[in-house]
């Protein structure tokens, strides 16, 4: 028989976090091994529980969530979003500017869906969270990488974006606090990246799903706050600061001035009502979440869990001959360099799995984050201690001996 084709849609789409190396590791599983999964940031798997109100609100509801809601989603919930806004100072926000999503994850592919014709660009961080640069190419647009520098604590570098500006460009993409890298950007880095948007009339998406995790006392600033009067699109959710992932909720909310812009929001609009609704049940969870004392900071102050593990991963790894770190201030990753010509490593790839082979872990390799070096690789720091502590014996000891 003919053999039948994937679409040629999906010719440069990569998402390498649950890419070929974790077929290898379900074949191990399968086998009776036991994998440590240190690339996927699941809060919920490695004993963070979501908020208990959030999980009675859903369950007392469930009875009334059979049927679809607004495809914006439940009123209830969006107007918990925008006073959760207002009290950012955000205060220009209404509830018809917040579409809730199955997770940020379906939000970003209606966001570029919306807006990308053939050969639009966007502009996206590299290291990036590589949904953002698939989504642009399932929907016919280029993305354009700009760098994030790892000697500047992986801030962007404002000189290679004015560089990476074309006729094209229809949007600059932040991922802040950052996956992978745990960078967290500073007021002047936001306002410049806001004069350039400005300049050249892009939209600026902002992914702050992470905006809750924050370590060393650093203080997240939301670009839609320090710029109300540009139109921006500001992505978050229960998946990270609340724990949730399983939930798949998320949010989208437009903010700034949305004169010039009307024809993109009927497309979005268009494409709301298309996924008719996101998951009902829970919705409910959003107001309990945003309203109440269901703060993350016990986790991430000094003395809190997730604290303690980052804490710990950090130093252990630049610990490890060969390897060299930089200290998050938000998320829940390492980014690590590798010392390329100590090891011979050509591929980045490879000696993940090799890693996989012999001591059961896995990891990510950076060029899987659309940066273009193998040179860096993810490690995600949610395991207990007693967990992390012999996965990063085994990492450092992987490393003594590893040569390609
Ligand atoms: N954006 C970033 C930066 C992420 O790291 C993730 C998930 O890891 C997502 C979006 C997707 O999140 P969601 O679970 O809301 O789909």
């Keep these: 028989m003919k053999p039948i084709k994937k679409s040629s849609k999906l010719n440069n789409v990569c998402y390498d976090i649950r890419g070929p190396v974790l077929d290898y590791a379900k074949q191990l599983e399968a086998?009776?091994?036991?994998?440590?999964?240190?690339?996927?940031?699941?809060?919920?798997?490695?004993?963070?529980?979501?908020?208990d109100d959030m999980l009675k609100d859903v369950i007392k509801q469930l009875p009334k969530a059979q049927g679809y809601s607004d495809s914006q989603g439940l009123y209830s919930a969006r107007v918990a979003i925008m006073q959760y806004y207002q009290q950012k100072s955000l205060k220009d926000v209404r509830v018809e500017d917040i579409y809730i999503g199955n997770g940020v994850s379906e939000l970003i592919a209606m966001s570029m869906q919306a807006l990308l014709d053939n050969g639009d660009e966007v502009l996206?961080?590299?290291?990036?969270?590589?949904?953002?640069?698939?989504?642009?190419?399932?929907?016919?647009?280029?993305?354009?990488?700009?760098?994030?520098?790892?000697?500047?604590n992986w801030a962007p570098s404002i000189d290679d974006i004015k560089s990476k500006i074309t006729k094209n460009t229809k949007a600059i993409v932040l991922i802040n606090p950052n996956?992978?890298?745990?960078?967290?950007?500073?007021?002047?880095?936001?306002?410049?990246?806001a004069e350039l948007a400005e300049q050249h009339g892009?939209?600026?998406?902002?992914?702050?799903?992470?905006?809750?995790?924050?370590?060393?006392?650093?203080?997240?600033?939301?670009?839609?706050?320090?710029?109300?009067?540009?139109?921006?699109?500001?992505?978050?959710?229960?998946?990270?600061?609340?724990?949730?992932?399983?939930?798949?909720?998320?949010?989208?909310?437009?903010?700034?001035?949305?004169?010039?812009?009307?024809?993109?929001?009927e497309g979005l609009n268009m494409l709301a009502s298309m996924r008719l609704c996101p998951n009902v049940p829970c919705q409910y969870a959003i107001q309990q979440a945003l309203g109440g004392y269901q703060s993350i900071d016990d986790l991430v102050e000094p003395g809190g869990r997730l604290y303690k593990q980052m804490e710990f991963a950090y130093k252990a790894l630049n610990d490890i001959d060969g390897i060299s770190c930089t200290r998050p201030q938000g998320a829940m990753y390492l980014f690590p360099k590798i010392d390329l010509e100590k090891f011979n490593i050509k591929d980045d790839e490879?000696?993940?799995?090799?890693?996989?082979?012999?001591?059961?872990?896995?990891?990510?390799?950076?060029?899987?984050?659309?940066?273009?070096?193998?040179?860096?690789?993810?490690?995600?720091?949610?395991?207990?201690?007693?967990?992390?502590?012999?996965?990063?014996?085994?990492?450092?000891?992987?490393?003594?001996?590893?040569?390609?």
């Design 31 to 51: 086998a009776g091994h036991k994998i440590l999964n240190l690339n996927v940031g699941n809060p919920a798997t490695f004993g963070f529980e979501a908020p």
């Design 202 to 265: 892009l939209i600026i998406f902002s992914d702050e799903i992470y905006d809750k995790v924050l370590y060393d006392k650093t203080i997240h600033h939301s670009i839609a706050v320090l710029r109300p009067d540009l139109f921006v699109v500001t992505f978050s959710g229960l998946s990270k600061n609340y724990r949730a992932a399983g939930f798949r909720i998320g949010w989208m909310l437009l903010s700034g001035n949305r004169t010039h812009v009307s024809d993109y929001i």
């Design 124 to 152: 996206i961080p590299s290291p990036d969270y590589p949904l953002w640069t698939a989504t642009v190419y399932l929907s016919g647009g280029k993305p354009v990488h700009y760098l994030c520098d790892e000697e500047k």
């Design 350 to 404: 490879l000696m993940v799995l090799d890693l996989l082979k012999q001591k059961h872990i896995l990891l990510v390799h950076g060029r899987g984050f659309n940066w273009d070096k193998p040179d860096h690789f993810r490690l995600v720091f949610l395991p207990h201690l007693e967990e992390l502590k012999p996965a990063l014996a085994d990492l450092a000891d992987f490393f003594k001996h590893y040569k390609q």
């Design 179 to 193: 996956n992978p890298t745990g960078a967290v950007y500073s007021k002047q880095c936001l306002l410049e990246i």
